[in-house]
């Protein structure tokens, strides 16, 4: 639990087959969708996925004799682990691995064994043939060393490790909230565990990510999907308050960023604003808004009551204050059924708009004076404004997002966008993020309960590009020393801590009928599997050697 005191929060990266950030052992679980393939035919993708006669897993039930399917996982990455990996799949068909030399290590029924190193294509599987009558289902892909204990432990360990500290894990990427699919998205069409990929506009599954925050002890911030019906909301809220850790708190938001054109919810919010009549402007987007996050709301504490555990969030546009304000007025009464106004705290330095002419001469000292007064001045007024707007309307003040935001706008340049990365590659980073974060704990946080105050950073991982250079890790496994707003950001919870002990006496994470976690007899501590709730554990492995014989633990 040492991520216990901790004011820091962090928004998860998307589930991808292009990710940096490997979130699962099984590495299919992050696989693209199915292409289609015909023998004869020398085109990637002949674009025939229809025509396929799809179980509800997202496995063919059958294929035409002339097509294959395929998809990709591991594809364009810096560093992905190399060795031996394991294939498995029930069920009956033909695989082929393609894009890479490997060594078959193994083959056989339904495994197969093959040692490679990947490369920048990632790796390719085939689904050449499969029986109609046992159709091939629960494809597989593990991970070097995980293939005894992927079913009970999911999750990458470097991944884990990476997010022990934070108090709490935004989904929203995790979810693919944004331009979220289908509309309306009913609890039917959710996603399963047991579907091909937890890739997709669908998002992943809620399972997976509770099982992440009931694993790492940190609370959840859920979007709701913004064309989710109102069952879908209510059937959402009954499963977290049903198998979420009690311990944990839940925080809620209507989509993300609906007043952000580039999004669908926010041509979804106009769309539904004009024929609602809510209004035949502009406005109509935050009225939806309004309405919408408020129903959701309602939903919510329908299922949790008033209970401190609920923290439903508003949000909407930080860069432009009285376009906030116009949005909360138009919340008028209905402000009391939320707890909290949730805003971004990033910091551009106006480095691409400003200084974009001298930015490819700008020493690195340069770039620390100009964003250190950048966030001293603009984003501490920032911080002040909206902090003044959340306390006249009895409302926690929590950040969403924040992190820095160095990145050019359209056309993009290759000069510019090397140098920004270079920017967010140099120790500067550690400086200015520590910076940020020092100001939002002097402006907000400690100002706050426990409630309010959180600091969510924008994003766990993400490779640097063009496109931004959003992750504070940009590999999963990167080293502490190469990682400067990865530094920043521990650092700063470490100056927060004040725990002397690291975990409590006893903690495990049901998995069915068994526990799994680590304890303590005496001051020796020991990892094992529990029947019963910890009253009685077998020690897996420990100071006494691997050994089936229970241990009696005190409470």
């Given amino acids: 639990m040492s991520n216990r005191n901790s004011s820091v929060g962090v928004n998860l990266g998307g589930l991808t087959y292009y990710s940096s950030e490997i979130k699962f052992v ?20 002949t674009h025939e996925l229809a025509k396929v006669n799809m179980r509800q897993d997202g496995y063919p039930a ?3 004799d002339d097509m294959a399917l395929e998809k990709l996982v591991l594809r364009s990455l810096s560093h992905p682990p190399s060795g031996v990996y394991t294939i498995l799949y029930d069920g009956e068909g033909d695989i082929e691995i393609n894009l890479l030399h490997y060594q078959k290590v193994y083959t056989g029924k339904g495994r197969m064994l093959i040692n490679v190193t990947i490369g920048q294509a990632g790796i390719g599987i085939k689904l050449r043939r499969t029986n109609p009558a046992n159709p091939l289902h629960n494809l597989r892909v593990i991970l070097p060393g995980f293939e005894a204990r992927h079913e009970h432990f999911p999750f ?13 894990f935004r989904y929203m990427d995790f979810l693919h909230t944004n331009g979220h699919t289908p509309e309306p998205t009913t609890w039917g069409s959710r996603k399963h565990t047991t579907y091909h990929t937890q890739a997709g ?18 609370n959840p911030w859920f979007n709701m999907p913004h064309a989710a019906d109102d069952n879908f909301v209510m059937q959402f809220a009954k499963q977290v308050n049903q198998t979420l850790r009690p311990d944990l708190r839940v925080y809620v938001e209507y989509s993300n960023e609906v007043w952000n054109g580039i999004f669908r919810q926010n041509h979804f919010a106009t769309e539904k604003g004009h024929s609602s009549g809510l209004d035949s402007g502009w406005k109509a987007a935050f009225k939806y808004y309004n309405k919408r996050s408020h129903e959701m709301a309602q939903i919510w504490r329908s299922i949790y009551g008033a209970s401190d555990k609920l923290v439903l969030a508003w949000a909407w546009q930080t860069g432009y204050q009285d376009y906030t304000r116009q949005a909360l007025e138009d919340l008028g ?15 551009t330095c106006d480095l691409t708009s400003k200084h974009i002419s001298s930015l490819p001469s700008m020493t690195y000292n340069e770039v620390l004076s100009i964003c250190t007064n950048y966030i001293q001045n603009k984003t501490r007024s920032s911080f002040s404004y909206f902090m003044g707007l959340a306390k006249a309307r009895n409302l926690h ?12 706008h359209a056309p993009q340049h290759e000069q510019i966008t090397n140098k920004l990365v270079d920017i967010n590659e140099n120790d500067i980073m550690e400086t200015l993020n520590r910076n940020l974060l ?7 946080t400690k100002h706050s309960t426990s409630v309010g105050g959180l600091f969510n950073y924008f994003s766990s991982c993400g490779q640097y590009s063009k496109y931004g250079s959003w992750g504070m890790l940009e590999y999963t496994g990167q080293p502490y020393s190469s990682a400067p707003k990865y530094r920043a950001v521990q650092k700063f919870i470490s100056s927060q ?38 009253q009685k554990w077998t020690i897996e492995n420990g100071a006494l050697g691997p050994t089936k014989t229970p241990v009696e633990v005190t409470a």
């Fill in 26 to 45: 099984d590495v299919a679980k992050e696989s693209s969708n199915w292409i289609t393939q015909r023998w004869g035919n020398h085109a990637w993708d």
């Fill in 62 to 64: 059958s294929l035409p």
């Fill in 156 to 168: 990458y360990p470097l991944f884990l490790e990476s997010l022990v500290r934070y108090s709490e």
């Fill in 201 to 218: 506009t669908e998002g992943g599954s809620l399972e997976y990510a509770i099982l992440l925050s009931n694993m790492l002890g940190a």
């Fill in 333 to 347: 009464t209905r402000v009391n059924d939320f707890t909290a106004l949730a805003i971004t705290g990033y910091f």
């Fill in 397 to 408: 003040l929590l950040m969403y997002e924040g992190g820095q935001h160095i990145v050019e």
């Fill in 438 to 444: 020092d100001v939002w704990n002097d402006v907000v």
């Fill in 497 to 534: 801590s004040h725990n002397t002990e690291v975990a409590p006496r006893c903690s495990f994470v049901d998995l069915g009928s068994v526990s799994y976690g680590c304890f303590l007899v005496g001051n020796r501590p020991y990892c094992g599997s529990t029947t019963d709730r910890g």
